[in-house]
Structures are given as structure tokens and as C-alpha cells.
């Protein structure tokens, strides 16, 4: 049964008129639903920050799919686009909501520069989706995860929402350049996707720290702080995530039970995944497998 996401947004207000900005996170271990209304002279970029997403079309009849660290932008002068957006457990997505009058007044000299600004293309619908940078991925968790007293809140995500846009459109045309330190280094980017590919290779006996650093040849400090600015989470606390995900679908598949389940995601006690299970989706597995 799809649920209703409602309880779940984190965040949903004005920027400045007619620019929103919605924070929707599914905390639960079902598929939830989060509909919205869209008028036809909005411009919609929807963020992919955590495992998946789907924007529905006509009814249901058609899917878009907003994959982790991915983007889809859309823009349909001719019709409105009602928002209904399906989202798998523990998926977190940011969309921005920009009308047309107001973006162009972002881009007014380099409105040339940006296709669907162009006078030839402004009544035309438009469709976009690109892998997010790095830098992209860094400030969309800052959005998401800001540590600042609420009575800052709005001016910070302001801030930070021009930024994001600030890079989403310069990397458009085609500079890739990093500008955060530790990225600056395109070897860096590889050795940490390297490191997470390592890390989720043997899920019964992922590498240490230590293991992981001598393989990639990169210090330790570094491997935490890559994992940070690119998965906006700890190595570890990654891994967790996946093993929790990993074990869900195979629960989900119903070809495998609660401890042939737990020693595929490495824990050779299966009290031990039922806890850790249980900690990130708030039920048992057994609750889990009644649920479907």
C-alpha cells in the first residue's frame, strides 16, 4: 500500500514569492506518496539525495525516475504539472519550484546561455536530468541537514539554494571544475568511489578504515572526509545504510528468511540484524515481512 508522505516533509515554504523550496524525506519502510499542484509557468528541479524516487504522470500511467544523486528538471509552458512523487523507504529528495518571471530574473544577461531561456524555446516543454557534482552533492546535504538555530533557518537555505543553482546551471555549460578543497584533486573523487565500491564488494567482512586506506592509498582523514563532502554521511554510517537497504530487498523478494537475510548482510548473530533493523526502519524484519 502506498502511504501518504505528508508527515514527512521536513520543509516546505517561500523563498521569495513564487520560489519554494519542499525537503521530503520517507523516514518509513513502506512507499509513501507526496502529491502537490503545479501551475504551468513553474519550473521544477527535483534532487535525488537518497536511494529512489518516481515522478507520475497522466494518472500514474508514466514515470520519471529521480535516482540517488541524480537531477531531473521539467518545464511545461502548455500544461500544468501536478507534483505526485512516489518515494522508496528511506529516500530523501529536495525540489525546487522557480516560476518562469522569477528565474529569468536570476539569468537576465546569460538567459542566452541556458537553453529553455532562449526566445526560441520559452514555449516549448522541457526536459533535463544529469549526475550531480560533487559540489552539488555537498551543499544539497547542507539543505538538508543544516545545524544552525531554526531562527536562521530560512536565511540559510536561502543562501544555499542560490548557490546550488549557482552550480547546477555553471556546470551546464560544461566548466566541472571543483571548488572545494578536498575535491580539487579529480584522483580524490576516484579513490573515494573506489573506497565505496571496496566497502559494499563483501558485505560480510567489509575492510577497516585502516584496510581501506592502505588499498586506496589514501589517508584515513581523507577517506572520512570524502565520504562526507560526496555521500554527505561517514564511511560506516554508508555502509549501514546500504546493508539496511540490501537486506530490505531481500526480504522484500520473499525468497529469504530473516537469518539467511541477516548473514548476507554480514552479522552472524541474527539478534544483532533484527536490532540494527529495527533501528532504521522502526519495525522487526518479521513485522517487516507482514507488512507486505
Known amino acids: 500500500m502506498i502511504k501518504n508522505v505528508v508527515e514527512n516533509i521536513f520543509l516546505d ?9 519542499l525537503k521530503i524525506q520517507n523516514k518509513e519502510n513502506t512507499v509513501q506518496e507526496y502529491k502537490k499542484d503545479c501551475s504551468s509557468n513553474i519550473i521544477q528541479i527535483h534532487f535525488g539525495l537518497r536511494n529512489s524516487a518516481k515522478l507520475l504522470f497522466n494518472q500514474g500511467k508514466y514515470g520519471i525516475n529521480i535516482d540517488e544523486n541524480k537531477s531531473l528538471l521539467l518545464y511545461n509552458p502548455q500544461k ?13 529528495v529536495i525540489v525546487l519550484l522557480i516560476s518562469i518571471e522569477i528565474f529569468h530574473s536570476f539569468f537576465t544577461q ?14 516549448k ?11 552539488e552533492i555537498i551543499v544539497l546535504n547542507q539543505v538538508f541537514h543544516y545545524g ?23 556546470r551546464n555549460e560544461g566548466d566541472d571544475t571543483q571548488n572545494c578543497p578536498f575535491l580539487d584533486d579529480e584522483k580524490n573523487v576516484d579513490k573515494i568511489k573506489l573506497a565505496k565500491e571496496i566497502l559494499i564488494k563483501d558485505l560480510t567482512d567489509p575492510p577497516t578504515l585502516a584496510q ?4 586506496i592509498n589514501l589517508p584515513i582523514q581523507h577517506i572520512k572526509d570524502g565520504f562526507k563532502h560526496i555521500y554527505g554521511e561517514t564511511a560506516f554510517t554508508f555502509l549501514f545504510n546500504y546493508k539496511m537497504e540490501y537486506a530490505r530487498k531481500l526480504l522484500s523478494s520473499k525468497k529469504y528468511n530473516v537469518t539467511e537475510t541477516s548473514f548476507a548482510v554480514g552479522y552472524s548473530a541474527a539478534s544483532h ?16 515481512l507482514n507488512s507486505l
Open 148 to 170: 544552525l538555530h531554526s531562527s536562521l533557518e530560512k536565511l540559510y537555505t536561502k543562501g544555499k539554494v542560490f548557490e546550488l543553482l549557482s552550480l547546477y546551471f555553471h
Open 273 to 288: 540484524f533484527i536490532a540494527a533493523f529495527k533501528k532504521k526502519y522502526g519495525a522487526t524484519p518479521k513485522k517487516y
Open 110 to 123: 546569460e538567459a542566452g546561455l541556458i537553453h529553455f531561456l532562449n526566445d526560441d524555446n520559452k514555449e
Open 212 to 215: 581501506l586506506s592502505d588499498e
Open 13 to 21: 515554504y517561500e523563498i521569495e514569492p513564487e520560489f519554494r523550496i
Open 80 to 92: 500544468d504539472l501536478p507534483i505526485q512523487l512516489v518515494l522508496e523507504p528511506n529516500s530523501k
Open 125 to 135: 516543454k522541457y526536459y533535463s536530468d544529469k549526475d550531480l557534482s560533487p559540489n
